[in-house]
């Protein structure tokens, strides 16, 4: 991911290997509590003692598609964010861009953070601290842009928080093939997020 020719805006196809494939869908389409062990393996093509060889259990899945889709994101980010430089308007429109690109474009992967719910306390901690390190570029950006006096909001936690879920909701509703592509989406809800901030454009000044 830290090839210079790597783009934050072009989000490939998962490579997953076929039982976390396998798995994906089968929680996508039941739900984690509705998918067994043995429905996995039978769809997959492969026994239980097989699948049980490289994977413990259930939630050991579970935990690596959650960890496969928050290093997904938060590379694409990262990414956005280095390209954008210092400038906090820029930031944030590249990190919210990044990020709503990657609920409409990986959309079964992004659903499974509904099912946060289901994982252990160690896993659930495990896959919220890493959750917070998304929230926190979008927090640590819109405190920037306070601090320049370029965003106004007295509440930058509150927005943070606000727009990481505003985004996440993409993931809800998007289609591909809709009267809107994932492109447009993304710098529309970039435009909604500076106004959440209350961003204030000098005159004169382009984004």
Not at 31 to 43: H, L, M
Not at 127 to 141: C, H, M, Q, S
Not at 194 to 205: D, F, I, K, N, P
Request: glycine share 6%; aromatic share 8%.
């Amino acid at each position: 991911m830290t090839d210079d020719a790597f783009d934050w805006r072009s989000y490939p196809p998962l490579e997953l290997s076929p039982l976390l494939s396998v798995a994906l869908a089968e929680i996508v389409e039941h739900g984690y509590d509705g998918t067994s062990v043995r429905k996995i393996a039978v769809r997959a093509g492969v026994t239980v003692p097989a699948l049980y060889y490289h994977f413990e259990n259930k939630q050991a899945m579970l935990r690596e598609l959650l960890d496969h889709a928050m290093r997904i994101v938060l590379a694409h980010a990262r990414a956005a964010l280095e390209e954008a430089g210092e400038d906090c308007v820029a930031r944030l429109s590249a990190l919210v861009e990044a990020i709503v690109l990657y609920m409409a474009q990986h959309r079964d992967l992004a659903f499974l953070d509904s099912e946060r719910r289901s994982l252990t306390p160690e896993n659930r901690a495990h896959y919220v601290a890493r959750r917070d390190e998304l929230e926190g570029e979008l927090r640590d950006t819109i405190l920037g842009g306070v601090e320049q006096g370029v965003f106004r909001t007295p509440y930058p936690d509150e927005c943070s928080r606000a727009i990481l879920s505003m985004c996440q909701g993409v993931a809800g509703w998007y289609r591909p093939g809709g009267p809107v592509d994932a492109p447009t989406m993304a710098r529309r809800y970039a435009d909604l997020a500076l106004a959440t901030v209350q961003h204030q454009a000098q005159e004169g000044a382009t984004r």
